[in-house]
């Protein structure tokens, strides 16, 4: 079975910190994602990469970025929490097969307070 | 990638057939139809997915009507696990560099024991 895990389940921050979510998938996929859920709002996609050490933005990466050293560990950091990234953030991986990218597979997620 | 409109809740009986529709009328000819749930604290799970063909696997079937303008996800044998939001999402074949997946505010599905 593919396994994301995700290093935190509940994490509580105060305002200007720096914070590291850790992301792991031990399928050798591809593809990884950082998304973001809120209320109302569904899920937004915050960074991708499709390689090591390679990166895209997604539709919302201000006061965001990511590290992508190796295959399997996809970071997302906040470089300065603020309260408005208080959200439930979700890490996901998909295998490229065929030359398509196939269905995403998510770890269980990170409830991110930042009081 | 094409809108969907989903009921915001359901409820279906345990063991019986539950039956989620999805309305996508602007849907293009390349654009796939996907279905994921989430199940309360957990992340999205993917269920199935299709082009224009009715789909079966083993958690769900997929039917999708021949103008593809709407499409209906179902579990045929409703469980108390199944309780869950059910995300439709019409998007075109993933490929390099468009993968996102863009979910909408889905269905919560409720399972009555």
């Known amino acids: 079975d593919v396994k994301v895990t995700q290093s935190s389940r509940y994490l509580v921050k105060r305002t200007g910190e720096k914070v590291f979510l850790e992301c792991v998938q031990d399928?050798?996929?591809?593809?990884m994602f950082w998304y973001r859920q809120d209320p109302g709002l569904g899920l937004r996609l915050i960074y991708f990469?499709?390689?090591?050490?390679?990166?895209e933005k997604g539709d919302i990466p201000e006061g965001y970025s990511v590290s992508r050293e190796k295959k399997e560990r996809f970071s997302l950091i906040l470089e300065s929490a603020s309260t408005n990234q208080t959200s439930m953030y979700l890490c996901?991986?998909?295998?490229?097969?065929?030359?398509?990218?196939?269905?995403?597979?998510f770890g269980p997620g990170t409830r991110l307070t930042v009081l | 990638d094409a809108k969907t409109t989903q009921p915001p809740s359901m409820d279906c009986a345990e063991g019986r057939a539950a039956n989620l529709p999805c309305n996508h009328s602007t849907i293009s000819g390349n654009e796939y139809v996907y279905w994921y749930r989430q199940i309360h604290s957990q992340g999205p799970q993917y269920i199935i997915h299709g082009l224009k063909n009715n789909e079966t696997n083993e958690m769900a079937s997929l039917i999708i009507t021949e103008d593809r303008k709407s499409s209906t996800l179902i579990l045929p044998h409703a469980t108390l696990r199944d309780t869950a939001v059910y995300y439709c999402i019409v998007r075109v074949a993933p490929n390099f560099g468009n993968e996102k997946l863009t979910f909408g505010t889905g269905t919560r599905l409720t399972i009555i024991p």
């Open positions: 399928m050798d996929h591809e593809n």
């Open positions: 990469s499709y390689d090591v050490k390679m990166k």
């Open positions: 996901a991986s998909s295998p490229v097969a065929g030359g398509l990218a196939r269905e995403q597979f």
